[in-house]
Each structure stands twice: as C-alpha cells, then as structure tokens.
C-alpha cells in the first residue's frame, strides 16, 4: 500500500552558553533545526513507503531488519525499499542495555552505515536522518545483497525495546 500523503519528519535543538564578565554576562544562542517534507511519490522530495514498528530483543539478541520486501506495514502488505529517505530509531529510556545498529553479518544495507561500522544507541538516546528535497536517490537499497539492517542487544541479562520508523521509495 503507497504512501499518499507525504512525510515530514523535524529535529530542533537549542541552547544558551553563558558566561561572567567584569560587567555583566555574555550570552551566545545556539539554535540548529532541520526539517525534511516529502511528498508522495518515488523521486526528488518525495517517498512512496514508509513502516513502523516498537520491537523487543531478549538479552543479547539481534536481528535483520530486511528492507526489501519481507517488512510489513501496517495493513499487512510487504513493504520493499528501493531507497531510505528517512530514518528514525529510539531506544527505550527504561532499557538497560543498548541498542547497536549496523553491521549485518551478510548482505548489510551500507549507504548509512557502511559494511562493517555500527551506531550505538544508549537507554532513552534516539537518531534520526533525513534526506534534502532536491535528494531523488537518498541511500539506496539494493535487494539481496546490500538490504539488511542489523539491530541488536548490546548485553546479557535484560531484553531491549526500540521504535524504528522508515520513510523511502520503492523505486
């Protein structure tokens, strides 16, 4: 089942440094805030799939997230990427492990992360990446060989929980 309407997906982040002086206090706003809008469809600014989903690993489990053709969305169709436009994974803040991503034994998905390299996510700690609206090929998906997205429990002893959200084009 396609995407109709589009996705937008926003991070925000803001502060203040601050600091004495002889005379008063010195203050520097920080702000940095990006939004990606995609509208329906497979090429620049736009995306056609999307899947969702809070899953739980047992102590030390892992797993391989096939991003083409064995997801299923929400409505029980398979959901086959062809490109990620947009991903967003969070770990539970009440896990006591963490969450790796990456790094699938065979065929991993390597436009993010490369073939071997990992991104770990500690409790309650969440990434998210987006593409630009001038972006038609985002990171690609090639079924098969390179479509496998390795999530994992870092450790014994206690299951994890994360939610992981993905926004792509099916060609």
Do not use: C
Request: charged share 15%.
């Amino acid at each position: 089942m396609p995407l109709t309407s589009g996705a937008t997906v926003a991070v925000s982040a803001s502060g203040e440094l601050t600091s004495a002086l002889d005379l008063g206090t010195g203050r520097a706003s920080q702000i940095l805030a990006r939004r990606m809008t995609l509208g329906s469809g497979t090429g620049a600014g736009k995306a056609d799939r999307i899947w969702s989903d809070r899953r739980t690993l047992a102590a030390s489990a892992t797993e391989d997230l096939d991003l083409a053709g064995v997801l299923l969305d929400a409505f029980g169709a398979a959901v086959t990427f062809a490109r990620i436009k947009g991903l967003i994974i969070a770990a539970a803040a009440g896990n006591t492990n963490n969450v790796v991503v990456g790094a699938a034994a065979s065929a991993p998905w390597i436009t993010l992360l490369g073939a071997t390299h990992t991104l770990t996510l500690r409790p309650g700690a969440f990434v998210a990446v987006g593409t630009g609206a001038a972006d038609a090929i985002g990171y690609a998906v090639t079924a098969t060989t390179a479509d496998l997205l390795k999530v994992a429990n870092s450790a014994a002893g206690t299951p994890v929980t994360y939610d992981i959200h993905i926004i792509g084009a099916s060609v």
